[in-house]
């Protein structure tokens, strides 16, 4: 439907950075909590970051916290994942998602079919 497009996705070694973006449709994107989720071969998807509508509230799991930061652009529409230090463990795909909601709490419990969620980009960290 391309509400959410994410890009920014590759083949990193281990301890280098990617920065993803997530190009929103301004529907899925106005005033809307967006987050990050991710699924690593062979495991459930996770939920890796989330922030409020407005961009002052901002949240990420403990297993990426100080190496990951999420931020969102509301003039462009994009929400972005800064991630640094990577590790093989956080190869996977990464998915972008929106809910109808200002709240990032929302996001964390967000279902795929809750909300907005995109295609996905491939992280691949090797050691």
């Known amino acids: 439907q391309g509400m959410l497009v994410e890009s920014g996705g590759g083949l990193v070694q281990a301890g280098g950075s990617l920065r993803l973006s997530c190009a929103a449709s301004?529907?899925?994107?106005?005033?809307?909590?967006m987050g990050w989720f991710r699924q690593a071969p062979g495991k459930e998807r996770e939920f890796v970051a989330a922030?409020?509508?407005?961009?002052?509230?901002?949240y990420v799991v403990d297993s990426v916290k100080g190496r990951f930061t999420i931020s969102r652009d509301n003039a462009k529409n994009t929400v972005f994942l800064q991630m640094n230090s990577l590790e093989p463990e956080d190869t996977g795909v990464y998915y972008c998602?929106?809910?109808?909601?200002?709240?990032?709490?929302?996001?964390?419990?967000?279902?795929?079919?809750?909300?907005?969620w995109g295609q996905g980009t491939q992280v691949t960290v090797s050691s």
């Open positions: 301004a529907r899925a994107f106005n005033n809307n909590a």
């Open positions: 998602v929106a809910r109808q909601s200002p709240l990032w709490e929302r996001i964390r419990t967000m279902s795929p079919s809750v909300g907005y």
């Open positions: 922030i409020s509508g407005v961009g002052r509230s901002t």
